[in-house]
Nanobody
Framework: VQLQASGGGLVQAGGSLRLSCAAS????????IGWFRQAPGKEREGVSCFSNSGGRQYYLDSVKGRFTISTDNAKKTVYLTMNSLKPEDTAVYFC??????????????????????WGQGTQVTVSS
């Protein structure tokens, strides 16, 4: 599984960005996909995770109502649409894949080491 993340950038507080994660895999529909972020000096944290076949979603409390995870199965791409961005959202964002579906994506999201495959990070910087 190869993952290619893109879409980061510099945005003012209150602005929006959409991150993309393109997967090179045959069984995309069975994956659990996660978006994680890591700010300088902080641990990597799960932002949102989605079990593709079950449709279950998980969001970190601090992003609920602002971020939305979605997929385009035809393109084998997962998106993270981020609205009302805050300076505290500044981090390197990573997408990752777990090779099976799950009914509890939040449990996986809380443990980044559960994910087997990782894309390169994309920097998101939110200015105040």
């Amino acid at each position: 599984v190869q993952l290619q993340a893109s879409g980061g950038g510099l945005v003012q507080a209150g602005g929006s960005l959409r991150l993309s994660c393109a997967a090179s895999v045959s069984n995309f529909h069975t994956l659990t996909i996660g978006w994680f972020r890591q700010a300088p000096g902080k641990e990597r944290e799960g932002v949102s995770c989605f079990s593709n076949s079950g449709g279950r979603q998980y969001y970190l409390d601090s992003v609920k109502g602002r971020f939305t995870i979605s997929t385009d199965n035809a393109k084998k791409t997962v998106y993270l649409t981020m609205n009302s961005l805050k300076p505290e959202d500044t981090a390197v964002y990573f997408c990752a894949a777990y090779p099976r579906r799950t009914v509890v994506p939040g449990t996986l999201c809380a443990n980044p080491s559960s994910f087997n495959y990782w894309g390169q990070g994309t920097q998101v910087t939110v200015s105040s």
